[in-house]
């Protein structure tokens, strides 16, 4: 079974500063789609940037791109420009090629300081 | 543009009560999944439908039922909640096609607290 590991459960960042969260999966598949989503206080449910495993080109979405390492199975989320309304709790997930299913990882809240 | 819509948002059960969490998409998506949600554990999936007139189980099914009621919409069934079950939930749903993987959509979550 796929496994999804957050090792920093809360993280802060000064605004305008970069921030970095991490990630790291295990699977035996060569066929997934890797993914993070960011949770508001609102608790609503957004998705920030998706990752094809296929595609060595890093995805990027305005102030969040990420660093997809397919050979260390890793997958950080980069925020530049960090802005208040970017603190929320940040998931990792992954999503099978073959399946239905994702796997989330246990999430990083981040504090963005003024 | 609703998406997703689960309702309540808010619920409070005494334990051995039932309850049904029901939640409806207008995307024309075929899968639908439920999920709850716990500090420190992300996302676990208890059931989810690929497509209508499907169900299967997810990692924590235990205590729950799910009715696929029509492609638009997805309950999820508390018969005789107990203090475990105490969560939010979510409801989500997603496009299904042979060779995209698309992320899902997520209702905006019920809060229950089952005492």
């Known amino acids: 079974a796929q496994t999804v590991t957050q090792s920093q459960p809360e993280m802060s960042v000064q605004e305008a500063e970069t921030v970095t969260l991490s990630c790291t999966y295990d699977?035996?598949?060569?066929?997934?789609?890797l993914f993070w989503y960011k949770q508001p206080p609102s608790r609503q449910m957004i998705l920030v940037i998706r990752?094809?495993?296929?595609?060595?080109q890093n995805a990027t979405e305005n102030r969040f791109s990420v660093n997809f390492q397919k050979a260390a199975k890793s997958f950080s989320l980069k925020i530049s420009d960090s802005q208040l309304g970017d603190a929320a709790m940040y998931f990792c997930?992954?999503?099978?090629?073959?399946?239905?299913?994702?796997?989330f990882g246990p999430g990083t809240r981040l504090s963005v300081l003024p | 543009n609703a998406g997703v819509t689960q309702t309540p948002k808010f619920q409070v059960l005494k334990t051995g009560q039932s309850m049904t969490l029901q939640c409806a998409q207008d995307m024309n998506h075929n899968s639908m999944y439920w999920y709850r949600q716990d500090p420190g554990m992300g996302l676990r999936l208890i059931y989810y439908s690929a497509s209508e007139g499907t169900t299967d189980k997810g990692e924590v099914p235990n205590g729950y039922n799910v009715s696929r009621l029509n492609k638009r919409e997805f309950s999820l069934r508390l018969e005789s909640a107990a203090p475990s079950q105490t969560s939010v939930y979510f409801c989500?749903?997603?496009?299904?096609?042979?060779?995209?993987?698309?992320?899902?959509?997520f209702g905006s979550g019920t809060r229950l607290t089952v005492v």
């Open positions: 997930a992954y999503r099978s090629g073959y399946g239905q299913n994702f796997v």
């Open positions: 989500a749903s997603s496009e299904a096609r042979p060779t995209v993987v698309y992320g899902y959509t």
């Open positions: 990752q094809e495993a296929y595609k060595q």
């Open positions: 699977t035996s598949e060569s066929d997934y789609y």
